[in-house]
């Protein structure tokens, strides 16, 4: 059975995003949590975190940890942001190429989260992210909604643990089918 690390982003000194007071190293660390207690409820399946605390650690060092422990898929939960409050809303996925096991991956995860609500904004490639170019495994930076859209965020208070079911959906469909 997999490995599935899982990745709370931000965390400690570095908040992330912000927006009238939410900070998107809370949101990320309880979503991750949540997560990962859902994975755990299922025989084989070993989920091992970057951080379960608020503390911080460098990309790199969160893909050396997961190398290290030899997972078999990366997932990195964070809310994003853009300049214009309120502007966009939805669920974008990166990765480093679409056209692999990862952008299965993305594809699955964001596939499960459209179908409890969010706009599924696409799968995009970003080469330049540590995370997702220095891990050993399958890797994906999920974007949960924008911190700085209201609607986003009242969606995420009000369906969070439908939300974290169908993040853990997404990755048991790519990692452990048949656990489904």
């Known amino acids: 059975m997999p490995t599935i690390v899982l990745d709370a982003g931000h965390g400690g ?3 992330g995003a912000t927006y009238q007071g939410r900070k998107e190293k809370d949101d990320t ?8 207690r859902l994975l755990q409820e299922y025989p084989g399946i070993n989920v091992v975190y970057t951080r379960n605390n ?12 997961a190398n290290a422990a030899g997972g078999d898929y990366f997932v990195s939960i964070h809310r994003n942001s853009t300049p214009v409050p309120n502007t966009y809303s939805g669920v974008e996925t990166l990765v480093y190429d ?3 096991e990862a952008g299965r991956l993305a594809r699955n995860i964001a596939r499960q989260l459209s179908a409890i609500g969010f706009d599924d904004l696409g799968t995009t490639e970003r080469k330049n992210l540590v995370v997702l170019n220095s891990t050993d495994m399958p890797a994906t930076i999920l974007e949960i909604g924008y911190i700085n859209t209201d609607r986003d965020n009242r969606f995420l208070d009000e ?4 939300i974290a079911r169908a993040i853990a959906d997404g990755i048991l469909q790519t990692a452990a089918p048949s656990l489904l």
Do not use: C, H, M, W
């Not at 660390?29 to 990962?36: F, K, N, S």
């Not at 608020?54 to 940890?65: S, V």
């Open 13 to 15: 000194s570095d908040n």
């Open 29 to 36: 660390l309880a979503l991750t949590l949540a997560v990962g």
């Open 54 to 65: 608020d503390i911080y650690e460098t990309p790199i060092k969160k893909a050396q940890d």
């Open 98 to 100: 679409k056209n692999s």
């Open 159 to 162: 369906n969070f643990d439908r």
